[in-house]
């Protein structure tokens, strides 16, 4: 008895000055030093899919070197970091990680700067597999020496996670597959070999545990588990940057893979035609990342049935085509960086809540993307060459009425063509409603066309421009004949002193009082009336034409009656031209009777123009100023017609 109780208290003596020294050599975390752990739950709470990285705590930063050769970087109660592992040193590291047995605080460890023999990096790798430890991670890792076949227990771990990146071999002469087994095989939850130059993996040989694999900027092919159907467990796969060609190949490996939810094929050489066939993915992959590959629209065939989030971005896809698979359970889609000219409507994305689709070639999105997508939340629209013109107004009338569904507006949202615009805010683009919209503008010129033909008609009417018209045009064809048919008449001589123009209900003044009282007594003046100098045959305007040009006065006897006569205004009119055509003082008024404002017609503006300005005889109503009156008149015609006619000649 007392000799047993002397060996344990040599056992326990020796395992103090162990423990004692141990943690003299590579320092003992200070008390009140803060550290990371990792949480109890990680199975039950999944894996970070997209960058799964082990918990460091860094409460000593300090670098220093241990006895045993390599450098502490990290030395916490739960986190060891080491760096600069080799052949001299190794074999104390195994020595070292072997007393981390099951019931050990250390849970992470991370070793950098790895470089030794394949044996040693299994024997480590061994040690670490039935300690305490539950994520390791291995950086910079060569391997020296032979890569030969080895026997690996998994059996009783706590490992959670492992991590080695960036490793090289240097031995060119080995079965990849001594290698491939001993990753397939892991009883982990997850595992990552990044950047490696991986070329392949095997299949596990039984239903594997992994729920999270990263092979990230490897080479990896298309053959890559291919038929494999013990991924069973498998949640999120990454494969960014290595070398898949075939997207329906991708579909494939995925297919047996039942519990998937998160696939990564980003930077990869991606591409897909008609001719590949169907693609047939894992109906629980819910998250798919296909950004800057090669892909065409063709791509939309190819997209799992049940996916939730797609990225596309920095592809070639120029359109979303009509008349493709429904994806009734898509909420995200990414379509940055591709070719798309316009906003891809949502008849096979009935559920859409978040559309991407910034670094574009869009000119002018579509006004009633809203409409055909009432399930959108945000649209991310920006940064695309938008051309400000008036078909950009019913997009953005669309962002006011939106209530904050364009993500980063208004600062991703600028105007690109045309280039007096360029660099203008979309929300500072303002055009008239009249200088876009169509209908408005042709109902705007066609109102306008229509008052200004009313205001034309008006003032025709009112001038009665068609009589002048119709006048003009009856005297230029009167002057026409007359210069064709009769050339010897071309320069007529006066004949008369006077043409008296008249209305018919004023004749018998004309008749009984002027005739007589002018051609009677001395001078011989020779008046012309209608009644007895028209010529039968010709018709009425050139009559009173012709009358007017051989007569050296116009004399008009005016009344109510003479304004209510047409021929008199005919008369009037063709007297008046020739006042201003020949420049003569040819008109001679004779007021037979007041004529009341009123009763003057609008068109008869000439006679209103020349009563206003032009002196006229009044028909005195007392006998005694008869004389008088006459004298007057017969004054004004009196001339020798001659020697008129040869003025009017020197003149013309």
């Not at 109660?77 to 074999?91: F, G, K």
């Not at 006011?400 to 683009?429: H, I, M, N």
């Not at 025709?460 to 026409?480: A, G, H, N």
């Not at 005739?515 to 007594?521: M, S, T, V």
Request: proline share 3%.
């Amino acid at each position: 008895m007392t000799k047993n109780m002397r060996y344990l208290r040599n056992c326990f003596i020796y395992n103090c000055l162990f423990v004692f020294t141990f943690w003299d050599n590579i320092g003992l975390a200070k008390k009140n030093e803060l550290f990371a752990s990792v949480p109890n739950n990680f199975l039950e709470d999944g894996l970070d899919k997209k960058n799964m990285s082990f918990p460091h705590s860094y409460a000593n930063n300090q670098h220093y070197k241990a006895d045993y050769g390599w450098v502490v970087i990290e030395n916490t109660t739960e986190s060891l970091s080491l760096s600069e592992i080799a052949d001299d040193n190794v074999r104390k590291l195994i020595t070292l990680l072997s007393k981390f047995r099951k019931g050990s605080r250390l849970r992470n460890l991370t070793l950098t700067n790895m470089s030794v023999d394949w044996k040693d990096i299994i024997k480590v790798l061994q040690v670490v597999w039935h300690s305490s430890i539950e994520y390791f991670n291995i950086n910079n890792l060569t391997q020296l020496g032979n890569v030969v076949s080895t026997r690996f227990d998994y059996s009783k771990t706590s490992m959670k996670a492992f991590a080695v990146n960036k490793v090289l071999i240097t031995d060119l002469y080995f079965s990849q597959d001594d290698v491939y087994n001993i990753f397939a095989n892991m009883n982990i939850a997850a595992l990552t070999i990044a950047e490696s130059e991986l070329i392949h993996m095997l299949c596990p040989s039984s239903d594997s545990p992994l729920r999270y694999i990263n092979f990230s900027k490897n080479d990896l092919t298309d053959l890559l588990f291919q038929n494999c159907d013990k991924l069973i467990q498998l949640e999120t796969f990454i494969l960014h940057r290595n070398k898949f060609e075939s997207l329906s190949k991708v579909s494939f490996m995925t297919s047996r893979m039942k519990s998937l939810r998160y696939l990564d094929m980003s930077s990869n050489l991606l591409r897909n035609s008609r001719a590949e066939g169907r693609c047939q993915w894992a109906d629980s992959l819910a998250e798919l990342d296909l950004s800057s590959n090669q892909l065409t629209e063709a791509v939309f065939e190819c997209l799992p049935a049940n996916i939730n989030k797609v990225d596309l971005q920095n592809n070639q896809i120029a359109s979303v085509p009509k008349g493709i698979t429904e994806l009734h359970s898509l909420q995200e889609l990414n379509l940055a960086s591709n070719r798309l000219a316009d906003l891809p409507g949502c008849r096979a994305f009935t559920g859409l809540e978040i559309l991407n689709i910034e670094r574009n070639l869009i000119l002018t999105p579509s006004a009633d993307f809203f409409e055909t997508c009432p399930s959108v939340k945000e649209l991310q629209a920006g940064q695309n060459p938008f051309k400000c013109s008036c078909e950009l107004q019913d997009f953005l009338r669309l962002e006011r009425q939106s209530g904050g569904k364009l993500s980063s507006w208004p600062e991703a949202y600028v105007c690109k063509y045309p280039e007096d615009l360029s660099g203008t805010q979309l929300k500072d683009f303002h055009l008239t409603e009249l200088a876009c919209n169509t209908t408005l503008l042709l109902v705007t010129a066609l109102l306008l066309t229509l008052v200004l033909v009313a205001v034309v008609a008006f003032l025709c009417i009112y001038l009665d421009v068609p009589w002048y018209v119709r006048m003009l045009w009856q005297w230029t064809q009167t002057k026409r004949r007359a210069w064709h048919d009769c050339p010897e008449e071309r320069e007529t001589a006066l004949q008369f002193h006077a043409f008296i123009s008249y209305s018919e209900r004023d004749s018998l003044w004309v008749k009984n009082e002027l005739i007589p009282n002018l051609e009677k007594g001395e001078g011989c003046i020779q008046l012309c009336q209608h009644e007895r100098n028209f010529i039968p045959g010709k018709s009425i305007v050139e009559n009173i034409i012709n009358c007017i040009e051989k007569s050296y006065k116009s004399i008009f006897v005016l009344s109510p009656n003479f304004v209510q006569s047409e021929w008199c205004h005919y008369e009037l009119y063709f007297a008046h031209h020739k006042l201003f055509s020949e420049n003569s003082n040819s008109l001679i008024l004779i007021l037979l009777e007041p004529i009341p404002p009123y009763v003057i017609p609008a068109r008869y503006h000439k006679l209103k123009a020349l009563m206003a300005k032009r002196t006229y005889l009044e028909w005195p109503k007392e006998r005694s100023k008869h004389a008088l009156f006459w004298a007057n008149l017969r004054a004004a015609i009196s001339i020798n017609l001659s020697v008129a006619d040869e003025q009017n000649r020197t003149e013309v």
